[in-house]
């Protein structure tokens, strides 16, 4: 079972950064994503990674200002957060699965392994 863990969230302000990290044990991932969550909000996909080809996709309201990358141990990616806004805000989570359909790889359902989430705060 893989097991993701997050962590480098914090607060900022406005126009600042942010970078987090997730690391998984328990396997070897092939797909890899963050998530975020606003209070009231669904859950939402952010940016994912396919590890063999590093392949990256954005939603489209990151796009320009987030980069997703592979770290050089195995099973690493970071989540580089630039230009953030308070509509940033919320709980990230780190997502890990095997091989996923590239159009299913921003959806919730295509994972099954989660980590607890580290909180990103973005003030005005």
């Known amino acids: 079972q893989l097991k993701p863990v997050e962590s480098g969230g914090g607060s900022v302000q406005a126009g600042g950064s942010l970078r987090l990290t997730c690391v998984v044990s328990?396997?070897?991932?092939?797909?890899m994503a963050w998530f975020r969550q606003a209070p009231g909000k669904e859950r939402e996909g952010v940016a994912t990674?396919?590890?063999?080809?590093?392949?990256?996709s954005y939603v489209d309201s990151v796009k320009g200002r987030f980069t997703i990358s592979q770290g050089s141990a195995e099973n690493t990616v970071f989540l580089q957060m630039d230009a953030l806004k308070p509509e940033d805000t919320g709980m990230y989570y780190c997502?890990?699965?095997?091989?996923?359909?590239?159009?299913?790889?921003?959806?919730?359902?295509?994972?099954?392994?989660w980590g607890q989430g580290t909180q990103v705060t973005v003030s005005s």
């Open positions: 990674i396919y590890i063999p080809t590093d392949y990256k």
């Open positions: 997502a890990a699965s095997g091989s996923v359909p590239y159009v299913q790889r921003l959806e919730t359902s295509a994972y099954n392994s």
């Open positions: 328990g396997g070897v991932a092939y797909t």
